[in-house]
């Protein structure tokens, strides 16, 4: 074991060298002050954001210097507080019209630089919310994507991020919201024990984590899946562009497939199988050297995910995704069960044999929670 506590320590060194590195040079987003861009013929404002993103600490990459130094972007205020001061500037409040509460579920910017130009892009997905009697009712999941090509695009990120903001609710202002059926939904995650581990899987689509985590599903009809092999891990929509964004996970009642793009951007849904306190699926996933929201920020809009596949963990706690590092495992078998080190070590990237494995550790393991936080990188 002397191997393995020494690779932990030089991992959790190493890591904790990048975050602190990191948080001194993010560059700075800000969506106000901005010129007179009000609507006033919307009958709602925005009373509430709440941050439902599976990463907080940034909103993806921009690239600084003359070198174009990939650096992590954040607001200039807290993410709540610069989403609503913005939303308060093109809707008014007014307390004649219907308040609304945002919840944010993806807002990421990315830049990619090309032999002559610059591409800065920017996508969200965002669910509208009306507060009733101590209800939250979804009135609508809307998503947009925004992109420019420049000789700079990084001082352009903010107008690509209000652009987006934007288009969700002049989408949702064009909808006939006021006669939708009422869909109760969870926006808090703090339940003893997430209602996915005590229940048997639901048939339906999830909309985002906190529907997941408790075990809340939508129907829809016209949502459609290509007929596929029996042996296929994947689901592919039958209309490719319809909706895909606005679905988190969807379960046939037995597994639930979990939708790629939350985090690489292709357009199919990935069998997972329930291991414990995770799910367990093995997909093109980012790559995840630097194991920093870095990497995530660039996986989410396709731009660095590795053209190989991998191991992946959700946790079902905490919505975090975890890619498992093949090295930690065959330290953990290596000595407890040897015919298991050498099946693992001759096929890393079969789901099935590594949910048999993380299995046996989780429940014959002589420490479970030691394995718990190598899964999840501490």
């Given at each position: 074991m002397k191997g393995l506590k020494s690779f932990l320590f030089f991992g959790v060194l190493t890591i904790s060298f990048l975050s602190f590195s990191q948080k001194d040079d993010y560059h700075i987003i800000s969506l106000l002050p901005i010129e007179d861009d009000t609507i006033a013929q919307t009958n709602f404002y925005i009373s509430k954001i709440i941050d439902n993103r599976t990463f907080k600490d940034n909103l993806g990459i921009a690239q600084k210097g003359m070198f174009n130094k990939k650096v992590l972007s954040t607001f200039d205020k807290p993410f709540e507080d610069e989403i609503l001061d913005y939303f308060n500037v093109i809707f008014p409040p007014d307390l004649t019209k219907q308040a609304l509460v945002i919840r944010v579920n993806q807002l990421l910017i990315s830049e990619h630089t090309g032999a002559f130009k610059e591409t800065g892009k920017a996508t969200v997905n965002l669910d509208v919310l009306n507060?009733?009697?101590?209800?939250?009712?979804?009135?609508?999941?809307?998503?947009?994507?925004?992109?420019?090509?420049?000789?700079?695009?990084?001082?352009?990120?903010?107008?690509?991020?209000?652009?987006?903001?934007?288009?969700?609710?002049?989408?949702?202002?064009?909808?006939?919201?006021?006669?939708?059926?009422?869909?109760?939904?969870?926006?808090?995650?703090?339940?003893?024990?997430?209602?996915?581990?005590?229940?048997?899987?639901?048939?339906?689509?999830?909309?985002?984590?906190?529907?997941?985590?408790?075990?809340?599903?939508?129907?829809?009809?016209?949502?459609?899946?290509?007929?596929?092999?029996?042996?296929?891990?994947?689901?592919?929509?039958?209309?490719?562009?319809?909706?895909?964004?606005?679905?988190?996970?969807?379960?046939?009642?037995?597994?639930?497939?979990?939708?790629?793009?939350?985090?690489?951007?292709?357009?199919?849904?990935?069998?997972?199988?329930?291991?414990?306190?995770?799910?367990?699926?093995?997909?093109?996933?980012?790559n995840q050297d630097k194991a920093t929201g870095m990497s995530f920020a660039f996986g989410v809009l396709g731009l660095l995910a590795s053209n190989e596949k991998t191991n992946v963990l959700l946790n079902l706690n905490t919505g975090q995704f975890h890619n498992i590092d093949n090295r930690m495992i065959q330290l953990l078998l290596k000595d407890d069960f040897p015919e298991l080190y050498k099946e693992i070590k001759k096929y890393p990237n079969d789901k099935n044999l590594m949910a048999s494995t993380l299995k046996k550790l989780l429940l014959e393991g002589n420490d479970k929670e030691k394995v718990k936080q190598i899964l999840e990188g501490f």
């Open positions: 507060f009733d009697k101590n209800n939250y009712i979804l009135l609508g999941s809307f998503s947009a994507y925004a992109e420019k090509n420049s000789m700079d695009v990084t001082g352009k990120h903010d107008d690509r991020i209000r652009e987006i903001l934007k288009s969700c609710l002049i989408q949702f202002s064009n909808t006939d919201y006021n006669n939708a059926e009422k869909r109760f939904i969870s926006v808090n995650n703090q339940q003893t024990l997430p209602a996915i581990l005590k229940e048997p899987f639901k048939k339906g689509f999830y909309t985002s984590f906190s529907e997941l985590y408790t075990n809340t599903v939508f129907q829809d009809s016209t949502i459609i899946f290509k007929e596929s092999n029996s042996n296929s891990d994947k689901l592919f929509l039958d209309n490719r562009v319809h909706k895909r964004a606005l679905y988190y996970a969807y379960s046939d009642g037995e597994s639930i497939f979990i939708n790629a793009a939350n985090y690489s951007g292709d357009k199919h849904f990935v069998k997972t199988e329930k291991i414990d306190n995770y799910l367990l699926f093995n997909d093109t996933f980012i």
